[in-house]
């Protein structure tokens, strides 16, 4: 006989790992670490492993109705694994009704409009899945650390975000957003493994070596992010991020919740069969 | 002992489902249920799950230098298997640098400008693959058939499509063009499919009787556009379809082939790992 496999419900997941909306949010008190939730890393692979295809299956549904979307928010510092969890939780999911955007420092174009004008642009259409590998929120994480904008427009950010937020929410677009919270001193593991292996080396910039010098600032950044727009229509979750399996196996819990939340059905065309000849 | 798998080379499979260019091309001389390159189903499924891996490494290699792309262009019938082939040949595939575009109707806001304005917005950015469910070749099929251009705008559109895809080709993308070619009957028992599968049943579409009724005229649309636009930058493939498996398989060795002929290999950033302290 196996042992038996611990898979917290989606509800236990939201609950733990929620910046509770309206709260005090202290970043520090998150453990990077933690394993409260899996506390073995086989539950946490077969659990990933069983999400993974349900979001494939409510994936075709939704893709089908055609009238909602789920868009998933990763933020989180280099080397967070952004890139891993699309590539794990989405391993098993077929590129049809999938778009990945990645945010890269604003074009001259999009910098000749507000900062949310490209990512409404965005925003993925009626149906389909869309992630975010960085967002918007790069406008009061990095913008505010490296002083990129004036602070005083950075300050009304926050407001801006959450009415943006709100609006998507309440015209079908269900978001999950979710910080992958990983700790200094992992994130120094991984970047070394970035300089030490083939195939990672083209993932290693230089100028990642700033924004870790930088480390207490981005983490006041982020605390306050996440503290002004944590809300009721799009709450923050924390996610340990320093065990790679844990990390995704906790993201797919919180993309599959999103999916069953909607109650998705096969559409009825309306149409009766028996009225078509196909000859 | 297991029997011998027999998988066609790449090579074969393009000599053999080529439309050559510059040559009178018959489209009723190419069989829908054609299995002179695999006999055995089994062979096929063996033959898609292989190249289905190989096309998901080699993705990520083109990802990471950024330089080219693949646009894989599924033409077909209706119910000819254009969604079921993006699911099976890309089922092993992370949503990461891939980008599927299934094109409609034109918009209001399309059909202000010419017809390749909004295929040319749609091009797969360099490191990716994408997949064009329909294309740019509805503007010489559907748009013909059903008349909803000036026959002779659209004789003019053979030579701009070829122009067009030179220019793709000559900047780094690679084109890898599909059509998928079911037979009439295979048609009607799919039709009849959709009509008795609850999951399926969205997907049926009145209309799509319409242009059944107009088979003959929509094969004569598909033997010219094929005749005219299969080049050596970007040949046309006819793919027989009336098997889904093969089909898959066929369609995923013209893939692994595209990405095979860029020779990838993970990008030099031209850094000496020694040369950073990550502290």
Known sequence: MGK??????????????????????????????????????????????????????????????????????LQGMDTAGKSGTIKSVFANTTPL??????????????????????????????????????????????????????????????DQINAFEKHLTENGVAIVKCMLNIGYAEQGVRLSERLSEAHKLWKFNPADLEDRRMWPDFMAAYETAVERCSTE??????????????RSALIARLVRGA????????????LNPADYEIG
Do not use: C
Request: hydrophobic residues 40%.
């Open 4 to 73: 038996k496999i611990e898979i917290p419900s989606i509800d236990d997941v939201r609950k733990h790992l929620i910046a509770p909306p309206g709260k005090k949010f202290n970043l520090a008190e998150r453990n990077t670490a933690d394993r409260a939730l899996f506390g073995d890393k086989e539950d946490a692979k077969t659990s990933l492993k069983k999400d993974a295809a349900v979001i494939n299956e409510l994936k075709d549904v939704l893709y089908a109705i055609k009238k909602q979307s789920v868009l998933v928010i």
């Open 97 to 158: 009704g999938m778009e990945v955007k990645a945010f890269k420092a604003p074009s001259s174009n999009e910098l000749a409009r507000d900062y949310l004008w490209r990512v409404h642009n965005a925003v993925p259409q009626k149906g389909h899945v869309g992630i975010f590998d960085r967002s918007h929120y790069e406008d009061v994480l990095v913008v505010k650390v490296r002083k990129f904008a004036d602070p005083a427009a950075v300050e009304q950010r926050y």
């Open 233 to 246: 229509h799009a709450p923050w979750y924390i996610i340990p991020a320093d065990s790679r399996t844990r």
């Open 259 to 270: 999916l069953e939340d909607m109650h998705l059905e096969w559409p009825d065309p309306g």
